[in-house]
């Protein structure tokens, strides 16, 4: 050997190669997203559950991650006439849902509900030229405690997929709850 060197012994040609892939997909990334014809991560669908401390209204929201994602149809029903402690289980045989509020062509869906306990049936179906997805969930929520002892809110999940916490302070620093609603297939409207 003379002991030169070539540029492939400083810089290693499959890191580069990575690299490149990388820094292409990280441009191309947000053109994708933004096409918005086909079922992706946009139009997924999250529930969200607030509560305002010594207050008894349950704010729920139906919305994608997408700002500007239009579901065919957004349906939440609630059932209410159930005991549940928020200890031990839910009973999700015996929940019925009677109380159903829909919006066709919505950005969202808003709902406000003085129930304690209370269990929310939610689905989004999206609909495009590009195909078609539908995002479901059935929870259970229950606030106990007081204001000036602080409440604590229960949360249950009964669908495959949906993590929640299963108890959390009410508070400005924990609330609102983000649940991401799990895809079932097709949307169906």
């Known amino acids: 050997m003379n002991g030169e060197r070539t540029l492939g012994d400083y810089i290693p040609w499959p890191f580069v190669g990575v690299t490149v892939l990388l820094v292409v997909f990280i441009l191309v990334t947000p053109v994708l997203l933004s096409i918005g ?15 305002v401390t010594g207050e008894p209204t349950f704010h729920l929201y139906v919305r994608a991650l997408g700002a500007t994602d239009r579901y065919a ?18 009973p999700w045989s015996q929940l019925a849902f009677t109380a159903w509020t829909n919006e066709s062509d919505a950005l969202e869906l808003d709902l406000e509900t003085d129930y304690n306990p209370v269990a929310v049936n939610v689905s989004a179906d999206y609909v495009s030229s590009g195909g078609s997805a539908l995002y479901v969930g059935i929870l259970a929520f229950f606030v106990a405690g007081s204001a000036t002892s602080g409440e604590t809110l229960f949360a249950a999940s009964s669908t495959s997929g949906i993590a ?3 108890s959390i302070a009410v508070s400005n620093s924990t609330l609102p709850l983000t649940v991401l609603l799990v895809s079932s297939g097709s949307g169906v409207v």
């Not at 149809?73 to 839910?90: C, E, K, P, Q, T």
């Open 37 to 51: 014809t086909a079922p992706g991560i946009t139009t997924e669908a999250e529930l969200i559950v607030d509560r």
């Open 73 to 90: 149809m957004i349906r939440l029903g609630l059932a209410y006439d159930f005991s549940w402690d928020g200890i031990h289980g839910v």
């Open 164 to 166: 929640v916490p299963s």
